[in-house]
């Protein structure tokens, strides 16, 4: 699975970067290509000539270097890799890369990736539990950053505890993974999720009931599949799945701009609740009661439609597959049929939350595929289960 792949591997500056020199080995065994990377704390563990000699290829180690720019420059060679692997995982690597730095050639290329990124940290068990760490790999996970390891054992710096590098075996099956030859590989895929928020003042708004499970559940299906997953969220209520880009949004308005800025995408899926309108004299200090007995009245402006939107952008930059929801209590089918075509989408997921279905805010949900073929009615599943069927349908269109 790993055959013939591409992997540009960032050593960092730690003592299990002896691992590293192992790693390279076993990954060319199985026939990847490794492109190594030193930083410049990492040639006090491990040489450029053994690096070099183990993966056959010229190391990378100055961003500066001019004769490696005439032959590749940073940018290409972050992106004619099909994996990034940083291993092992500094604290200050780590650090780095959570703060967007790029300051030499690993952390450069780092920023300028477009391939998915696999980190097995490595550090002092202190340093692990440190809460600037905790932070950075919170920061590490919701960009979409894979990890492996670490585990707990006794280190070299004489401690016990979590901080040790991933075994050689255990990174190689987590890079198969991440690798995993999926019908969704090198797919980008959008997915709103969600309620959204309309501000009323600095300190209320007016939301809805959406817990975003459902979107969860498909951005965490299209990412078994191998997608790329840029995953657009209002407040919800449970946690973003893992390896996908987080992009936190509250209002209509936000979740809008985060959308296109997040394209060009393969498919867009838009699983968010929306708010139809936000507040338009929201005010900007706290309103208070003034007395007189009387209730502010609110006004209302229409958000954007951002599925509709998406949908009809022209053909070089729609997606090749836009994909709505309908939440409807009666005629599901009809109703749902006329959304498709007033909003421009592809398919629109339509299900039944009329009160006694026990779909809104239940495990389970039935749902009628609406195409242009028709519609189409899944048998009723846990909702896990229809991101897991949503998934392969899309994979079946743009894989
Ligand atoms: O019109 P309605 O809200 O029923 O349409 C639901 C579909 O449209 C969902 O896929 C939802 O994510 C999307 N939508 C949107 N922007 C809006 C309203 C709905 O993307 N402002």
Not at 21 to 35: F, K, N, Q, S, Y
Not at 139 to 148: P, Y
Not at 277 to 305: H, Y
Not at 310 to 329: I, N, S
């Amino acid at each position: 699975m790993i055959s013939s792949k591409r992997i540009l591997l960032v050593i960092g500056g730690g003592i299990a970067a002896y691992k590293s020199l192992d790693l390279i080995r076993r990954l060319r065994d199985r026939g990847a290509e490794v492109t190594p990377v030193l930083t410049q704390a990492s040639e006090h563990f491990v040489t450029p000539l053994s690096v070099s000699a183990l993966a056959s290829q010229k190391v990378y180690r100055d961003l500066f270097d001019l004769t490696a720019e005439a032959e590749m420059g940073h940018i290409e060679l972050s992106r004619a890799a099909d994996l990034v692997v940083v291993a092992p995982a500094t604290a200050d690597l780590m650090a780095k890369m959570a703060g967007g730095h790029a300051n030499d050639l690993a952390s450069t290329l780092l920023m300028a990736t477009d391939k998915r990124v696999l980190i097995a940290p490595s550090m002092n068990v202190r340093m692990w539990e440190h809460p600037a760490t905790r932070r950075n790999l919170a920061r590490l996970k919701s960009d979409g950053i894979l990890t492996v390891g670490p585990d707990e054992g006794p280190m070299a710096c004489g401690e016990f505890g979590f901080g040790r590098m991933a075994e050689v075996p255990q990174i190689i099956a987590a890079v198969e993974s991440a690798l995993g030859a999926g019908p969704l590989q090198g797919r980008h895929v959008v997915v709103t999720s969600g309620p959204t928020q309309e501000p009323i003042d600095p300190v209320r708004y007016i939301a809805n009931r959406s817990s975003g499970a459902q979107g969860t559940a498909i951005a965490a299906a299209l990412v078994q599949l191998g997608a790329r997953v840029t995953f657009v969220t209002g407040p919800a209520s449970v946690p973003p799945p893992a390896g996908v880009r987080v992009v936190a949004v509250e209002t209509a308005r936000q979740m809008r701009d985060a959308v296109f800025d997040a394209l060009p995408a393969d498919v867009a899926v838009f699983a968010a609740a929306v708010a139809d309108w936000r507040v338009a004299n929201a005010a900007d200090r706290k309103m208070k009661k003034d007395g007189s007995g009387r209730a502010p009245a609110l006004e209302f402006a229409e958000n954007p439609d951002i599925l509709a939107e998406v949908a009809h952008l022209a053909p070089d930059q729609r997606p090749r597959l836009v994909v709505g929801f309908a939440a409807e209590t009666d005629d599901v089918v009809a109703h749902a049929t006329a959304k498709r075509a007033r909003k421009g989408c592809d398919w629109i997921l339509a299900n039944d939350v009329s009160e006694g279905t026990g779909i809104m805010g239940g495990s389970e949900n039935e749902v009628t595929l609406i195409s242009a073929e028709g519609a189409e009615l899944w048998p009723r599943m846990a909702k896990d289960e229809v991101a897991r069927h949503l998934a392969q349908r899309i994979a079946g269109v743009v894989a």
